[in-house]
């Protein structure tokens, strides 16, 4: 599975961006699918992960309530809409692909797959 992130950009506190992450191969439809991100000097974190069938829905806690992470297996693709965007949103946002997830706790190691990654901008 290769996977290609899109949908970063710049943006002002308050605003909105939907990430997208394409995929590619037949098998994507079973794959859980997962959202981190990595600000600058900080450590990969989880985000947002969603199951094959579109369950079960994970998210960190930092992103309840504004983030949703939404799946089209026809179209081979993973969203995440980020509403309500925060200067501290400010990082790298990597797609992953668990073929037997998404785990609870969230562990970056068991991702088999990763995107390149697409910058997220939020300013004050």
């Known amino acids: 599975v290769q996977l290609q992130a899109s949908g970063g950009g710049l943006v002002q506190a308050g605003g909105s961006l939907r990430l997208s992450c394409a995929a590619s191969g037949r098998t994507f439809s079973r794959y859980a699918m997962g959202w981190f991100r990595q600000a600058p000097g900080k450590e990969r974190e989880f985000v947002a992960a969603?199951?094959?069938?579109?369950?079960?829905?994970y998210y960190a806690d930092f992103v309840k309530g504004r983030f949703t992470i939404s799946r089209d297996n026809a179209k081979n693709t993973v969203y995440l809409q980020m509403n309500s965007l925060k200067p501290e949103d400010t990082a790298v946002y990597y797609c992953?692909?668990?073929?037997?997830?998404?785990?609870?706790?969230?562990?970056?190691?068991?991702?088999?797959?990763w995107g390149q990654g697409t910058e997220v901008t939020v300013s004050s």
């Open positions: 969603i199951g094959w069938s579109g369950r079960p829905i």
């Open positions: 992953a692909a668990d073929f037997e997830g998404p785990l609870w706790p969230p562990r970056a190691s068991v991702y088999d797959y």
